[in-house]
């Protein structure tokens, strides 16, 4: 029989070897990858505005094009616009919690988590976001000028098709569901 000790023991065990199977990636085929921007598309579903950011990056290190410089672009603009939806519904823990998420990347984050005054983090946020997009913009337009203003003219229109939630996902004309 068992004692209660050798009992702990062997569940203890037995969570262990659990948790290590459960931490070992399961090889994907080339067609189960994700593509930079079909990750960037659910980051925005989700609001990890950070991860989007830099799954776009990714397209454009990877595969620089005026397409992929609009695109990082439109997720700057993402960003800018749930920034605005915020400050003007006067919900400013979502605001810090935003901050968070674009300054958070590590575990450390968890027991030191740096504390700001939501209004502070949405005027740097704000700044940087309008900055960089203006930047990722202009590149885009040396690329290919005429993508560029067609590009504007779709998310314009996805703008006004969703006023209210634009900024969480993408217009469905870019395609970011293609590997």
């Known amino acids: 029989m068992l004692t209660r000790h050798k009992r702990f023991a062997l569940l203890v065990g ?9 931490m070992v990636p399961s090889p994907l085929s080339a067609a189960e990858q994700a593509s ?12 990890d505005y950070r991860q989007a950011v830099e799954a776009c990056q990714a397209e ?20 800018d616009g749930y ?20 300054a958070a990347g590590g575990i450390e984050d968890l027991t030191d988590p740096p504390d ?3 209004r502070i983090a949405k005027e740097l946020i704000q700044q940087s976001v309008q900055r960089q997009a203006d930047v990722t913009a202009a590149m885009a337009a040396r690329l290919d000028e005429a993508l560029v203003n067609q590009l504007w003219q ?8 969703r006023p209210d939630d634009w900024w969480s996902g993408v217009p469905p004309a ?6």
């Open 154 to 161: 779709e998310q314009a229109a996805w703008r006004r098709a």
């Open 14 to 22: 037995w969570v262990v070897w659990v948790a290590t199977q459960c």
């Open 83 to 102: 920034l605005g939806h915020l400050s003007t519904t006067d919900q400013w823990v979502r605001v810090e919690h935003l901050y968070l998420n674009l």
């Open 116 to 118: 700001v005054l939501a």
């Open 60 to 79: 454009v290190r990877d595969a620089p094009s005026a397409r992929a410089y609009v695109f990082l672009t439109y997720v700057y603009h993402a960003l």
């Open 36 to 47: 930079p921007l079909q990750r960037a598309a659910v980051f925005l579903k989700a609001g």
């Open 174 to 179: 870019w395609h970011w569901d293609r590997p």
